[in-house]
């Protein structure tokens, strides 16, 4: 019965017990709206007029002396609102800035209202217009609220708006420019990231110069993502600018990218090893790292042999050196793509690098294998879910969205019911997480578990436990386990800054296991096992 200017609604008179026909219509209104209406229903627009008592009544057809008494009246009231908007739409602001306050009466025509406005800011000057432009400064901060009154309708008028509050800062706003790494890799590119973190709605130009006597020139059209890749060598900076008229910040930092003339080279020998050799380089000088896109973490020498592969080593391999005396890095090598076929044609289900995510990162999760069609399913409490119900499915990729919490079990099943292995995948609100492999790992083969904070570094040291058990407590920041035994499968967690992670499971195959993630048919065996049990009143765990 509350409404505003502009909304549509509906009266309808019924009988209560009667057909409706059999009955003729009466109304009876207060609102200056007196048009006569004898029908059941009628549909009005809102505005002033309308505002007012309705009430009806039914005369029978055939029967004159018969009719209903007067209904219970309805009383319908007619508000206009007013809503103060920004253009553009920040609310934080720097001295110089331009910025329009609107006025807008939902529902209204503008040509209809005049306006009032009210500020607990330092500037006074009256105005009574719909909008107005002010240029940013200290005496404009605070809070802004409007309200509209009609021209033709003396008493008509909104109540206030709810106020907006706007913040000036003096200070104008400085770019930040970083870079991945200072050193381009040959044939490869850094990746600069410019910032204004501050506040929102920036663009961004970046600059580029060869040497310090030379003009600067822009490399790039303006770019809302504020990262780009560059490979020439020189100096550079960048600037966040937004709005209209444009506002720009200060230049940000200088950085200076030297082309690297180290570079690495990586080389595939037979099946299991890949070696790492740095150009013109002795090997007494350098040390190693290696980068996968699987989730095998190979030691920090010049050579990796895999051993007997199975399908999970299949994937993207880099390395590159760093000097031991004054620890310079070398570029990271060209990526070798390798991939080990199965000898049976089960499915696969392949994930990230980690079984435990935060809340607001995206996981992806795939199936791989001899099939067209794929769905993805996971256990739910004591039932089964399928990932394009919940979650997102596209093609044979499923992916748990941000900010969707997840502790479950995943498979993947193809077209023709054959099932993969199984993971478990953590995601959920915590501000630290395990790093460590969501698939099992080989007998024999090196392992680094690492702890991850969500808004911060790790400054200080890092406990880490098995099976609730402490087994490393120094300052290193990553338990490395040289050569994983059957020993060391079990639950893992670690501990910094007064922060605890969930556990995961890490799972060891033997060398000659050619499936050593959970099995789904035990999965399911245990879940049938749960539900009948749960159904009888036991309790399971």
């Known amino acids: 019965t509350e409404i505003h200017s502009g909304e549509k609604i509906t009266l309808r008179c019924e009988i209560e017990g009667g057909d409706d026909s059999e009955w003729e219509y009466e109304w009876k209104t207060t609102s200056s709206d007196r048009s006569v209406r004898q029908s059941e229903s009628f549909e009005i627009t809102a505005t002033s007029h309308s505002e007012g008592e309705y009430k009806c009544k039914g005369k029978h057809k055939t029967e004159v002396l018969s009719s209903t008494p007067w209904s219970t009246p309805i009383r319908l009231t007619v508000s206009d609102r007013a809503v103060v908007t920004l253009q553009p739409h920040w609310t934080e602001i720097y001295s110089g800035e331009k910025i329009t306050l609107r006025c807008e009466i939902e529902g209204g025509d503008d040509s209809e209202w005049e306006y009032e406005w009210e500020t607990t800011s330092s500037d006074r000057s009256v105005r009574q217009s719909e909008s107005f432009e002010i240029t940013a400064t200290s005496y404009r901060e605070g809070e802004y609220k409007c309200k509209g009154k009609h021209k033709t309708e003396v008493l008509s008028s909104t109540q206030w708006s709810t106020p907006i509050t706007l913040t000036v800062s003096a200070q104008k706003p400085k770019a930040e420019l970083k870079a991945d790494v200072t050193d381009i890799p040959v044939g490869g590119y850094v990746t600069l990231t410019c910032d204004v973190s501050s506040s929102s709605g920036w ?39 937004r709005g209209n008229p444009v506002y720009y910040t200060e230049d940000s930092n200088t950085i200076q990218l030297k082309e690297n003339s180290k570079f690495c ?17 002795d090997d007494a000088e350098w040390e190693y790292e290696w980068k996968t896109s699987n989730s095998f973490k190979p030691p920090k020498e010049k050579e990796y042999s895999i051993g007997p592969a199975d399908t999970s080593h299949s994937g993207n391999y880099s390395c590159k050196g760093r000097k031991k005396s004054d620890q310079s890095p070398t570029g990271w090598s060209d990526p070798i793509t390798l991939t080990v076929l199965s000898s049976s044609p089960q499915p696969v289900l392949t994930v990230p690098e980690r079984a435990q995510h935060f809340i607001s990162d995206s996981v992806s999760l795939e199936c791989k294998g001899n099939s067209t069609q794929w769905r993805v399913k996971f256990q739910e409490d004591s039932s089964l879910a399928d990932c394009s119900l919940w979650d997102k499915m596209t093609g044979s990729t499923c992916t748990i969205e941000e900010y969707r919490s997840r502790n479950n079990v995943y498979w993947c099943e193809s077209g023709s019911g054959e099932f993969s292995n199984a993971v478990n995948i953590t995601k959920q609100k915590y501000e630290i997480i395990l ?8 007998e024999g083969s090196s392992v680094i578990l690492s702890c991850r904070l969500r808004s911060s570094d790790i400054v200080s040291n890092v406990f880490f436990y098995q099976n609730n058990k402490l087994i490393q407590n120094d300052t290193r920041k990553e338990l490395n386990i040289s050569a994983v035994s059957k020993s060391d499968e079990g639950f893992y967690k670690c501990q910094t800054s007064g922060r605890e992670s969930s556990q995961s499971w890490m799972s060891v195959k033997g060398e000659w296991d050619s499936q050593g993630d959970t099995p789904l048919v035990l999965i399911i065996l245990l879940l049938l096992l749960y539900r009948c049990r749960q159904s009888k009143g036991e309790t399971f765990i």
């Not at 595939?268 to 013109?280: S, Y």
């Not at 790093?435 to 080989?442: D, L, N, Y």
Request: positive net charge.
């Open 265 to 281: 080279i990586l080389t595939f020998f037979g099946l299991i090893t890949l070696r790492c050799e740095i150009k013109d380089g």
């Open 435 to 442: 790093v460590s492999p969501v698939h099992p790992v080989t």
């Open 203 to 241: 663009q961004y130009y970046f600059w580029y110069r060869a040497d310090k006597s030379s003009n600067p020139s822009s490399i790039h059209d303006v770019s809302s993502a504020g990262q780009k890749r560059v490979s020439k060598e020189g100096l550079y900076r960048c600037r966040g600018e």
